[in-house]
């Protein structure tokens, strides 16, 4: 068989010749490591906590939630603070980039529940508004 082949902008033509048969199906080998059959279980009910039973309460406009999971490493509000719509509230950190967390409206900050350095969820409230 031949093959064209660019190295350096400069173009080959070679022949190779197939030794072994591609149709037989081979296993992986990974070594003397025996191989040993996948189980998968299903995951365990996460418990209600107090908190999270409260949470279903609250209005959801009065929360700002994170969009990604990663590292709180700004927090730009603190409790009592008056915001516009669109200011910075928290900056995050995930896989090297930032993210930038702004007000979803105009309100009163009532709780700021992360810290500079604080690892966070997707989804998790990050700041309540009265």
Do not use: H, W
């Amino acid at each position: 068989m031949k093959l064209q082949i660019g190295i350096d902008g400069k173009t080959y033509e070679v022949e190779v010749e197939v030794v072994e048969d591609d149709a037989i199906q081979r296993q992986p080998n990974y070594g003397p490591y025996p191989l040993v059959p996948a189980t998968v279980s299903a995951p365990l009910p996460a418990a209600r906590t107090q908190s999270a039973v409260a949470e279903e309460n609250v209005d959801e406009e009065k929360l700002c939630r994170s969009p990604v999971a990663g590292v709180v490493i700004k927090v730009n509000v603190e409790t009592g603070q008056t915001i516009e719509a669109n200011d910075l509230i928290v900056v995050l950190e995930a896989m090297k980039m930032e993210t930038n967390v702004t007000a979803p409206s105009t309100g009163k900050v009532k709780n700021v529940r992360v810290a500079q350095g604080d690892p966070v969820k997707v989804n998790q409230v990050v700041v309540e508004f009265e």
